[in-house]
C-alpha cells in the first residue's frame, strides 16, 4: 500500500495523518507540500525516509511522526528542518542519532523510545528550546555531560537503558 507519487499537487496541504495502515514507504514528493506542518505516519510498515522529504528550504514543518515503523536511520537532511518542535521515533531500530541534532534548534520535544540507541551525542546539550526527552528502552551506557545544559527540559525518561 502506498500514497500516490503524485501527492506534490496538494500545495495547501497543511497537516496529513496516514496512521494505522500498511504503508510501505513515504513519497519523496511529499517534500513539495512546503505548506505542510504536521506529518503523521505512525504504526505502518516504513523502514526508510527519503532524504529529498527535508530538503525544501521553504518547508516549515513543525511535527513528524514516524513512530512505531521500522525504520533503522534518520536521514541527515531531516536535521537541516530548523523549524521542526516535535520529533516521534518511538518505537523504530534507529542505532543513531547524529551530532547534526543540535541544528534543530526549536525542537521542544525529542522522543527516541524503543530504538537501538547505544549513546547520545554531546551536542544534544544546544537543544535549548527542549522541554521533554524520551530515550527509554534503548542501549545507552553514558549520558552525555552536556544534558545539564538543557535549562528547558521539564520531562526526562531514560528508564530501561544500560546506564551504569
Known sequence: VELPENIDGLVGLGKLDVSVNKLVAI???????????????????????????????????LEFDVSHNKIKEIPSSLYQLYTLTNLDFN??????????????ENLEKL?????????????????????????????????????????SLAN????YNKLK
Open 156 to 159: 526526562f525518561y531514560v528508564p
Open 91 to 104: 518505537c523504530n531500530e534507529i542505532s543513531e542519532l547524529h551530532e547534526d541534532v543540535s541544528i534543530l
Open 27 to 61: 513519497p519523496p514528493a511529499l517534500g513539495k507540500c512546503v505548506a505542510l506542518e504536521t506529518v503523521c505516519f505512525k504504526k505502518n510498515k516504513i523502514e526508510v525516509i527519503p532524504g529529498e522529504l527535508f530538503e525544501d528550504e521553504q518547508m516549515g514543518m
Open 111 to 151: 522522543k527516541m523510545c524503543d530504538n537501538k540507541l547505544t549513546k547520545i551525542p554531546e551536542t544534544i546539550g544546544h537543544l535549548q528550546a527542549l522541554n521533554e526527552l524520551n530515550l527509554g528502552f534503548n542501549q545507552i551506557e553514558e549520558l552525555p555531560a552536556s544534558i545539564e545544559n538543557l535549562a
